[in-house]
Nanobody, 116 residues
């Protein structure tokens, strides 16, 4: 059974940082790109970043380029999202999902709230 478990969300002031973790199980970690998505209240879910654990290639949405960094630890089957210079527009529930281009499996989400 595929499982994705997010952690690391919380409340942070504008300009602060958080690191999200996504622990994956139930599939071969290298076989699929894993991504982070977010959904703010009243808005559609949007893609934030993706990583291919097999070759390390990454994708970032324009809104987070230069502030967020995605990485993976293949030994731990875990994907991370380091979020720096957070602003209130980053407030959302953050989900990890796979495969990145057409997610069929989702985690339960973790809330990130950025206060101004």
């Amino acid at each position: 059974e595929v499982q994705l478990v997010e952690s690391g969300g919380g409340l942070v002031q504008a300009g602060g940082s958080l690191r999200l973790s996504c622990a994956a199980s139930g599939f071969t970690f290298d076989d699929y790109a894993i991504g982070w998505f977010r959904q703010a209240p009243g808005k559609e879910r949007e893609g934030v970043s993706c990583i291919s654990s097999s070759d390390g290639s990454t994708y970032y949405a324009d809104s987070v380029k230069g502030r967020f960094t995605i990485s993976s630890d293949n030994a731990k089957n875990t994907v991370y999202l380091q979020m720096n210079s957070l602003n209130p527009e980053d407030t959302a529930v953050y989900y990890c999902a796979t495969p990145c281009l057409a997610p069929g499996y989702w985690g339960q989400g973790t809330q990130v709230t950025v206060s101004s």
